[in-house]
């Protein structure tokens, strides 16, 4: 059965689908509060923790169950489908490659930041329930809010107090940094969103939040989530064009977009180097601000040793790769962490050709819901999971990055209401549309 809304006093509640969506979102503020809480009880490390983070962890999964009786059984079938392929394909990783156990076993790195019910997989579950775009649009809306403040408030604000961040080197050990790796990239789901709903209501206070985020990543984050933005806007700009407008209106828009970049690029060493003066007159540096004045933005910062590295692992590897995690051995002795930093290459080294078919599909898919959705809706909800996730190219694993995860949902759900025949099509316009005899008689008459 179909889940419905609850009314209370002729107010209409969230439904069950949005309920659920919530208690998942909101897993990073409560494990956040269970770890603290643990730690400040002596509970640093052991089973009475594990246990406990696993149980509050686990609160969004027992409720969908408690309650999946009253959810259409269509919705999650495909993401227990696709659950139960992954147990199979590391169940025989492991089997075929025993040495992949250490790095499934690793605390913060293994099945904890894969399987447990907290992790980025199950945004595709949670995501997939819901039906109705600009719902989620506007739920998502308030979630970003909370979690900007969230960031400033337990990230951002004791590193600003401490002096410093902490993180690990490519030994693993300890270190303390002027920025953060992944402060940048968490802050950069609410700073999107900020700039859409600016985009879309034109209110300055979305403008004021948006321009805090990315102040906060140029000062505080690291260079790779600047790039998400650009291409955010990039993406939003193709979705304008892509509207109701005739094909003269959007070959004016497009050759006006593509005169103002090549401006901006002909006297961009101008505007940057009177921005960062500007900047450096009030005192204020960082290290993307200092790698900007030295020209050395572009550095890759030893990722290239890292792809390098994968890319012989995939030539010397079979056809069906080394198996999930399977480019784990290969990059640990060069840096902690163990990931390719680069959501194709690992594909590729993990589940070789099977993993190519993935990367295909995945690009397919992007193309399809950027160029070819013709509901603005569904098309801006995934462009804001895809710009966020294009942090995959540069950093990070696919197993980490809920917003994949997210993108990955929404493309499905709009093609499977697609096939329904339930997904609103854009009206046509007035312009567009032929002038019939029927059409005719219901014009207004001049007097």
């Keep these: ?71 259409d059984s269509k919705k999650y079938i495909p993401f227990f489908v696709m659950y139960f392929f992954i147990i199979i394909a590391i169940l025989l990783s492991i089997l075929l490659n025993p040495d992949l156990w250490y790095y499934f076993d690793r ?34 809306s308030i979630y970003a809010f909370f979690d900007f403040v969230f960031l400033i ?117 101008t505007l940057l180097d009177q921005a960062l003066k500007l900047v450096k007159k009030y005192g204020i540096s960082s290290r993307n601000i200092e790698m900007l004045i030295s020209g050395n933005m572009s550095n890759d910062n030893g990722r290239e040793v890292i792809w390098n590295t994968v890319i012989n692992a ?28 680069n959501l194709f290459l690992e ?8 993993g190519m078919a993935i990367c295909v599909y995945i690009v397919l898919d992007a193309v399809r819901m950027i160029f070819l959705c013709k509901v603005t809706a569904w098309r801006e909800l995934y462009i804001i999971f895809f710009s966020v996730s294009f942090q995959l190219m540069l950093s990070m694993s696919f197993w980490y990055v809920w917003e994949f995860w997210a993108a990955a949902a929404i493309a499905f759900k709009y093609k499977s209401l697609k096939k329904k025949g339930a997904v609103e099509q854009p009206e046509q316009t007035t312009a567009a549309r032929p002038v019939t005899p029927a059409v005719m008689k219901r014009m207004p008459r001049r007097a």
Excluded at 38 to 52: A, D, H, K
Excluded at 121 to 128: G, I, K, P, Q, T
Excluded at 188 to 214: E, Q, R, S
């Design 1 to 71: 059965m179909k889940d419905t809304k609850l009314k209370l006093g002729g107010r209409e509640k969230l439904d069950l689908s949005t309920k659920l969506l919530y208690l998942w979102l909101c897993e990073l503020f409560a494990m956040t509060v269970a770890r603290f809480t643990l730690s400040r009880m002596g509970f640093n490390e052991g089973y009475v923790r594990s246990v406990t983070l696993f149980l509050v962890a686990s609160v969004p999964m027992i409720i969908f169950f408690i309650n999946m009786h009253r959810l």
């Design 107 to 140: 605390k913060n790195y293994g099945f904890d930041r894969i399987l447990q019910p907290n992790c980025a997989l199950y945004a595709f579950l949670f995501f997939s329930l819901q039906d109705d775009p600009e719902k989620l649009l506007k739920h998502l």
């Design 153 to 269: 408030f337990v990230e951002l604000m004791p590193a600003l107090s401490r002096g410093y961040w902490i993180d690990i080197d490519p030994k693993g050990r300890e270190i303390h940094l002027a920025y953060s790796l992944s402060f940048g990239y968490m802050i950069m789901f609410p700073t999107v969103v900020f700039i859409y709903l600016f985009i879309k209501k034109k209110k300055l206070y979305f403008l004021a939040l948006a321009i805090g985020g990315l102040w906060c990543v140029l000062t505080q984050g690291n260079r790779g989530a600047l790039i998400i933005p650009i291409v955010f806007i990039g993406l939003m700009l193709i979705s304008y064009m892509i509207g109701k407008d005739s094909v003269s209106k959007k070959t004016l828009k497009i050759a006006s977009i593509f005169i103002s970049m090549g401006i901006v690029w002909m006297y961009s060493q």
């Design 314 to 341: 995939i030539n010397n590897g079979g056809p069906f790769g080394y198996g999930v995690l399977g480019d784990r051995p290969f990059v640990s002795p060069i840096h902690y962490v163990g990931y390719s930093h």
């Design 347 to 354: 594909m590729t080294v993990s589940l070789g050709i099977i």
